[in-house]
């Protein structure tokens, strides 16, 4: 069964940090450009950080810039958006998604992904 399966979010005070894990069955990430999105209710999914399969090309949204970054752990079959210095702003249901083709421009739109995890709730708030 092909699946994607967040978690890490929770509430945070501005200025904190947090880590998301994406974890990948069915599936080899290592294969796949993934993408972070995020949501709010009311607005489109945007996306906010990406990364190709070859791991060649990295795009951050600039509202991310300098605080988001995502890596991979190839052996566990993992994906992590690391966040810094978080902002209220930020607040939003977060997203990892993958996609067996490259994107074709960015920032990609979300229909260009086959894959999604459920999201998780990253509150920003004192």
């Known amino acids: 069964q092909v699946q994607l399966v967040i978690s890490g979010g929770g509430m945070v005070q501005p200025g904190g940090s947090l880590r998301l894990s994406c974890a990948a069955s069915?599936?080899?990430?290592?294969?796949?450009?993934i993408g972070w999105f995020r949501q709010v209710p009311g607005k489109e999914r945007e996306a906010i950080v990406c990364?190709?399969?070859?791991?060649?090309?990295?795009w951050n949204a600039d509202s991310v810039e300098g605080r988001f970054t995502t890596s991979r752990d190839s052996a566990k079959n993992m994906v992590y958006l690391e966040i810094d210095r978080l902002k209220p702003e930020d607040t939003a249901n977060y997203y990892c998604?993958?996609?067996?083709?490259?994107?074709?421009?960015?920032?990609?739109?979300?229909?260009?992904?086959?894959?999604w995890g459920q999201g998780t709730q990253v509150t920003v708030s004192s």
């Open positions: 069915g599936f080899t990430l290592d294969h796949y450009s």
């Open positions: 998604s993958a996609s067996k083709s490259a994107v074709s421009t960015y920032p990609p739109p979300p229909y260009e992904y086959d894959y």
């Open positions: 990364i190709t399969s070859s791991a060649g090309i990295l």
